[in-house]
């Protein structure tokens, strides 16, 4: 097994990655996601949405929960339930409310400031967890999952989802070159902002899923499954918290 990581170095505000940063692209960020994922990214969070394998009544905690879309997934395809979406960027979030809004949802969504590494919640106040495109963006992971881990109820799945860089494969070249060439540079062509060299960078920087696996397994979750989507583009970790 691997050794537990340092814990990386905390942001200040307004630096790559921070709520800041999200602040100044929020405008634009649904519309990008769409294009530049050609509207897989709709399928991967269904695919999320599922693993959490929900019963009704729910109360579930969408982390990085952005302008809201995971949190709208989980509601449509649950309706019988609750959400609370916590996020460092209040200009994403104010967008996110504006979608609740709209989809006449304000009553089972909220949606606050917060940092997945400290979670204003008591301890099993939620059914589970769902996470995308967040976790890499986190300064000190293993706090954030171990955060998870302690506010889900025992049984809860905890899914996260995750872009990576695939390794393997004949198309392998082919996707590392549009994640570190194309998407970067159509990100800054579509948003008129350079931000979108960040994602590259963190995607590159982000551990393989085995790797990231094991962080999880160290933070107390039990691993249940790890499923590679597109050919190794994104990468879904499905996880409760280990029973002592």
């Not at 519309?31 to 399928?43: F, H, K, T, V, Y």
């Not at 963006?137 to 809860?156: F, Q």
């Not at 931000?195 to 962080?215: G, K, M, N, V």
């Amino acid at each position: 097994m691997n050794s537990s990581p340092r814990p990386e170095t905390q942001r200040s505000p307004g630096t790559n990655g921070s709520g800041q940063m999200f602040d100044q692209i929020a405008p634009r960020y649904d519309l990008l996601n769409r294009m530049m994922s050609l509207g897989i990214d709709q399928s991967w969070r269904r695919k999320t949405v599922k693993a959490l394998e929900l019963k009704p009544g729910y109360r579930v905690l969408d982390l990085a929960t952005g302008t809201g879309d995971l949190a709208l997934k989980v509601l449509n395809h649950h309706p019988d339930g609750t959400v609370v979406g916590l996020d460092p960027s209040e200009g994403m979030m104010v967008i996110g409310r504006k979608k609740v809004a709209e989809a006449g949802l304000s009553a089972q969504c909220e949606l606050k400031l917060g940092d997945a590494q400290s979670l204003p919640f008591e301890d099993q106040s939620f059914d589970g967890i769902c996470m995308a495109f967040g976790i890499r963006n986190v300064p000190d992971r293993p706090r954030a999952l171990r955060e998870m881990a302690r506010v889900t109820r025992p049984g809860g799945r905890i899914a996260i989802l995750e872009l990576s860089e695939p390794r393997n494969g004949l198309l392998g070249p082919l996707l590392r070159f549009q994640i570190r060439k194309v998407v970067p540079w159509l990100g800054s062509k579509l948003s008129g902002s350079g931000e979108y060299r960040y994602l590259q960078e963190s995607i590159a920087a982000f551990p393989q899923p085995e790797a990231f696996a094991d962080i999880m397994r160290e933070s107390g979750l039990e691993v249940l499954q790890v499923h590679r989507l597109t050919l190794g583009v994104c990468c879904l970790f499905v996880a409760q918290p280990r029973v002592n």
